[in-house]
Structures are given as structure tokens and as C-alpha cells.
């Protein structure tokens, strides 16, 4: 079974801290993605990444960086935390001509 | 890619069918009708996806109108543990980023 999995279920940070959110996927995926669901609105990509040190913007880029320095890690970095990124995180990997995107469970962030 | 339009809500008794309805009228000629759920607290996970076909899984069946222009998800034997919400996306590629809208909200009632 594919495993994607994220440091943590639920993290509470204050505002201007740096924080980072890990993905891992166990199944050699070449893309991965970061996706932000907030009531109402649904998901929205943030950043995706097709190879390892690539990365593309999504439609939420700002406030957030990202690093992919290994096929099985993607990293979400928020520089400076602030209240309007409190929302859940979730993380899909899939590899190239796969239909399917297997998603982790997700990380709730709260920035207070 | 196309944009689709399901109803907000649906309640299904438990043991029946469920059949989910998705509207993509702009759907073009290579873009894929793709199925997930996103059960509560959850990551979304892939049900089913096709093209021009109906598709049939272990978890669900996909018939598509000959036109293209709407498709119905249907879950033959509806459990509690199908309450979910239900996404219908119209995409090229399963490996490219998901454009996920509000879905449908399934409730199945004991």
C-alpha cells in the first residue's frame, strides 16, 4: 500500500515563527503537492513539484516556500507565520502516467 | 480544465444505491471525469476515473453520458462508512495538480 505520511495531525504556532510541514511518500513518486483546505473554499493548490529540486507554483503561492531535495520528501516551509494560514494541510504524491493521487491524512495548523 | 457543478448534499439509505450526479459541460475531448471522497478528518482518496466508457471498481461505478457532458458516481450498496463528501474533477492527466470545487455531501442514514 502507498504511504504518504505528514510530520504531524495538528500544530499550533504563533504568528512570525518559522514553520515546517513534512511530507513523505514511500512509493518512489516523481510529483508531489501541497494542497491547503479551508471551510468553504475548498482545497487549493499551493506548490507542486514534478522532480526532485523542481518546484511550481500553484494558485496560493504566497507566504509559503517549499524544498524537494530527496525523490520521497516534500517540504512546506511558512517563512513567517500568520492567523490567515491557519487552516489543514494536505499532502499527494503520484508518480508519472498514474492516474490516481494518494493524499496524507493532513496536518491542521493553527497560527496564533 | 472544465469545471463541474454537483448538488451540495445528498442523504442515501443505508443498503441502497447511491447515484451522484456531475455536470461538465465544457468537458473537452481529452479531458479525464475523475472520482474522489473525502471522509471526515481525512485526506481525499481516488475512487474511480474514465473517459468515454462506463468504468466499474471494487469501490464504485462511473457511467458517462455519450455526449460527455455529465456523469454519475454510483456507490451499489451504500454503508455509514460512505458518508463522505464526493469531488468530481475534470482534469488531462491524473498526475497533474487536482482542482478540487465544493462537491457533494453524501450522508448515508441507518
Given at each position: 500500500d502507498?504511504?504518504?505520511?505528514?510530520?504531524?495531525?495538528?500544530?499550533?504556532?504563533?504568528?512570525?515563527?518559522?514553520?515546517f510541514?513534512?511530507?513523505?511518500?514511500d512509493?518512489?513518486?516523481?510529483?508531489?503537492?501541497?494542497?491547503r483546505?479551508?471551510?468553504?473554499?475548498?482545497?487549493?493548490?499551493?506548490?507542486?513539484s514534478?522532480?526532485v529540486?523542481?518546484?511550481?507554483k500553484?494558485?496560493?503561492?504566497e507566504?509559503?516556500?517549499?524544498?524537494r531535495?530527496?525523490?520521497?520528501?516534500?517540504?512546506?516551509?511558512l517563512?513567517s507565520?500568520?492567523?490567515?494560514?491557519?487552516?489543514m494541510y494536505?499532502?499527494a504524491?503520484?508518480a508519472?502516467?498514474?492516474y490516481e493521487q494518494?493524499f496524507g491524512?493532513?496536518?491542521?495548523?493553527t497560527?496564533t | 480544465d472544465?469545471?463541474?457543478?454537483?448538488?451540495p448534499?445528498m442523504d442515501?439509505a443505508?443498503?441502497?444505491a447511491?447515484?451522484l450526479?456531475?455536470?461538465?459541460s465544457?468537458?473537452s475531448g481529452?479531458?479525464?471525469v475523475?472520482?474522489?471522497r473525502?471522509i471526515?478528518s481525512?485526506?481525499p482518496?481516488?475512487?474511480i476515473?474514465?473517459?468515454k466508457?462506463n468504468e466499474?471498481?471494487?469501490?464504485a461505478?462511473l457511467?458517462i453520458?455519450?455526449?460527455?457532458?455529465?456523469?454519475?458516481?454510483?456507490?451499489?450498496h451504500a454503508t455509514?462508512r460512505d458518508?463522505?463528501?464526493?469531488y468530481?474533477?475534470v482534469?488531462?492527466s491524473?498526475n497533474?495538480p487536482l482542482?478540487?470545487?465544493?462537491?457533494?455531501?453524501?450522508?448515508v442514514?441507518a
Amino acid at each position: 500500500d502507498v504511504k504518504v505520511t505528514q510530520s504531524s495531525r495538528y500544530l499550533v504556532k504563533r504568528t512570525g515563527e518559522k514553520v515546517f510541514l513534512e511530507c513523505v511518500q514511500d512509493m518512489d513518486h516523481e510529483n508531489m503537492f501541497w494542497y491547503r483546505q479551508d471551510p468553504g473554499l475548498g482545497l487549493r493548490l499551493i506548490y507542486f513539484s514534478y522532480d526532485v529540486k523542481m518546484k511550481e507554483k500553484g494558485d496560493i503561492p504566497e507566504g509559503y516556500s517549499v524544498s524537494r531535495e530527496k525523490k520521497e520528501r516534500f517540504s512546506l516551509i511558512l517563512e513567517s507565520a500568520s492567523t490567515n494560514q491557519t487552516s489543514m494541510y494536505l499532502c499527494a504524491s503520484t508518480a508519472a502516467g498514474q492516474y490516481e493521487q494518494y493524499f496524507g491524512p493532513g496536518t491542521r495548523l493553527t497560527v496564533t | 480544465d472544465a469545471k463541474t457543478t454537483q448538488p451540495p448534499s445528498m442523504d442515501c439509505a443505508e443498503g441502497r444505491a447511491a447515484n451522484l450526479p456531475c455536470n461538465h459541460s465544457t468537458i473537452s475531448g481529452n479531458e479525464y471525469v475523475y472520482w474522489y471522497r473525502q471522509i471526515h478528518s481525512q485526506g481525499p482518496q481516488y475512487i474511480i476515473h474514465g473517459l468515454k466508457n462506463n468504468e466499474t471498481n471494487e469501490m464504485a461505478s462511473l457511467i458517462i453520458t455519450e455526449d460527455r457532458k455529465s456523469s454519475t458516481l454510483i456507490l451499489p450498496h451504500a454503508t455509514l462508512r460512505d458518508t463522505a463528501v464526493y469531488y468530481c474533477i475534470v482534469i488531462h492527466s491524473g498526475n497533474t495538480p487536482l482542482v478540487f470545487g465544493k462537491g457533494t455531501r453524501l450522508s448515508v442514514i441507518a
